[in-house]
């Protein structure tokens, strides 16, 4: 009503509305961290000049591992922030994984360290880990089960149940997917999916659970089916996985309120490099989505689909998280506001986080039983073995048939396009230690390994010679957890020191030496379409199709069963 100053007034923007789908020029007045009025001739205590900007409402992230970017969370926040986020739904299901709910508390109080004035520059709602292991069929650091589900769901630590990946256990009712769901039913807490290729009966007796959210549709028709059927699409612009190019296509003038952005996994030079939801929101723009449809799946649908009240749009009573842009085709963000409070501009954040939060829980976790080169010989007397390929650019992996020769009780590898891959159990020394065959990943002269393999997190190496695979190994362990690359007999180490899968370096060190490693791999011949530690960390992910390696063995995930590496007969 004008009677008294605002504390901040946003002045002569051109603001976008989400609910018209149309912009107006006008200012932004902000008190007590919410937005009072869309208009002008506000006073503020203090006034920031937006002219020649589009504000835009601030972006929120749908579904985030923000332990794949490799960075801290307080380093996370920094690169995402500049970038317009201000609102990200993470499932820190990779560091539970490792560290038990522990692990959970050590991310969010992390994150809550971070101030500007009195706010949190970044929300970060956080999901319950629902598959704790992921499966039955691999070694992980801790188990989340029915009953612990229920605890920790009453905690405000937690928003929701986190990705369902488990379909099978859903599909098949048993006990504790079931106790996990109610729980969270029960509570009035959202649960996310992940369900690739379900469709027909099966889709409808995974909606039954209430599950409403997926982000692995494979096709069109699949999203389009998911979307009659009452889903929210999460279009997954990641580092290694962007189905959000082919998925998009579902999207029409209709239904595109049922479509919300996600990153998945993006790692901390990909953030760096290409931004974080302004890149998808680059993506889509290229890819003929309207910007009006583009800025709302990355706002109101995602605030609408997981009841943000007060978040996703610019109008009184809502929160004051602004971001202004250049324009609504490149969006390059100037500025950012969260709560009403400047947290960002021109590429630099406006916090401190000189001294990183860490705790007892997520330090020295590689726990690993000493190997040797004998450790990764694999016999196929028959000749025949059943081997991976990785399919390019995309998580999906096939089965094939190949013809090998052995030596000495081993395979040889020379003259072929096959390299060994190792899933080795890290979290209690017990010698678990998987093996594979993968072709067309072109790695050749050397080993590569990580200590972060979804979504158990054992350590993968890949290789060419027993001698190299056993070095990797030991040095993953010396480390406490990294990316390694030995070949020629030079060794790259890059440590992760939080849980052997974050680094507590400042991002522009993890973006360096992550780039490095990497150019390393790529020397050794990883082929372009693969993200060289990137795509391994998935190969171990035992519930996308159609073949993975868990430090249990071979597992095939359409049979939902473990298969022999040797075919005979």
Known sequence: MKREKCDLVIKGAQIFNVFTGQTEEGDIAVADGKIVAIGRGYEGKRVYDAKGYTAIPGLIDAHIHVESSLLSPEEFASLACVHGTTGIVADPHEIVNVCG????????????????????????????????????????????DGTETERELERDLFYGLGEMMNYPAVLAGEEDAMRKLSAAKTLGKIVDGHAPSLTGDELNAYLCAEIKTDHEPFSVEECREKVARGMYIQLRNGSSAHNIVENVKAMDEFNFRRFI??????????????????????????????????????TLNTAECYGMKGRGALAPSYCADVVLVNNLSEFRVHAVFKDGEQVA???????????????????????????????????????????????????????????????????CLENTDLVKLAVIERHFASGNIGLALVRG??????????????????????????????????????????????????????????????????????????????????RMGVKEDYEPFMTLVFLSLAVIPKIRLTDRGLFDVEKFAFADLEIKG
């Open 101 to 144: 709910i522990e692990g959970a508390e050590y991310m969010k109080e992390a994150f809550s360290k971070l101030r500007v004035g009195k706010v949190c520059p970044l929300d970060v709602y956080l999901q319950l880990p629902s598959c704790v292991p992921a499966t039955p069929f691999e070694t992980s650091g801790a188990v989340i």
């Open 261 to 298: 952005l996600c990153s998945d996994d993006k790692n901390a030079p990909d953030l760096s490099r290409n931004g974080h939801l302004d890149d998808a929101l680059r993506k889509l723009i290229s890819l003929g989505v309207p910007a009006k449809y583009a800025v709302v799946c990355a």
């Open 441 to 522: 990943y072109g790695l050749k002269g050397g080993a590569i390994g990580v200590s972060v393999a979804h979504d158990s997190h054992n350590l993968v190496v890949m290789g060419d010679n027993n001698a190299d695979m056993a070095r990797v190994a030991r040095l993953l362990k010396e480390a406490g957890g990294g990316m390694v690359a030995v070949c020629n007999g030079k060794e790259d180490v890059f440590p992760l020191d939080i849980a052997g899968l974050m680094s507590s370096a400042p991002a522009e060190e993890v973006i360096a030496r992550a780039a490095e490693i990497g150019e390393t791999a790529r």
């Open 345 to 411: 501009e021109n590429g630099k954040v406006l916090f401190s986080h000189e001294k990183r939060y860490l705790t007892d829980a997520v330090k020295s976790t590689v726990r690993m039983k000493d190997v040797t080169p004998d450790s990764f010989k694999i016999d196929i007397p028959s000749g025949k073995a059943l081997a991976m390929y990785v399919r390019p650019r995309v998580l999906v992996t096939e089965k094939e048939t190949v013809s090998v020769r052995c030596e000495g009780g081993d395979v």
